[in-house]
């Protein structure tokens, strides 16, 4: 099983970045993906949500109106589209693929926004 994260990177204040994450290894399309982020020193938090249909979206109240979360389970990625980003969206962005029990992780890609 594999979930490669890929779009970190440095941005200003304002800007915007789409982060991907690429599956295999498991049957994407049935499972529910997620995006969390940890930034220094705080405990890693949900970002955003989607079904394993795409039907269904939730979002943090911190990134809602600003993030978007899609996926395209033909080519077994989900993507986080992030516009007007803020200093304190800094983080490390994780992909997370949750089909209980079963519970994968990506290896992480860094946002850093600042000027």
């Known amino acids: 099983v594999q979930l490669v994260e890929s779009g970190g990177g440095l941005v200003q204040p304002g800007g915007s970045l789409r982060l991907s994450c690429a599956g295999s290894g498991f049957t994407f399309s049935s499972y529910v993906m997620r995006w969390y982020r940890q930034a220094p020193g705080k405990e890693r938090a949900l970002v955003a949500h989607?079904?394993?249909?795409?039907?269904?979206?939730f979002y943090a109240d911190s990134v809602k109106g600003r993030f978007t979360i899609s996926r395209d389970n033909a080519k077994n990625t989900v993507y986080l589209q992030m516009n007007s980003l803020k200093p304190e969206d800094t983080a490390t962005y994780y992909c997370?693929?949750?089909?209980?029990?079963?519970?994968?992780w990506g290896q992480g890609t860094q946002v850093t926004v600042s000027s």
């Open positions: 997370n693929a949750l089909q209980r029990p079963a519970n994968y």
């Open positions: 989607i079904s394993s249909t795409g039907g269904s979206t």
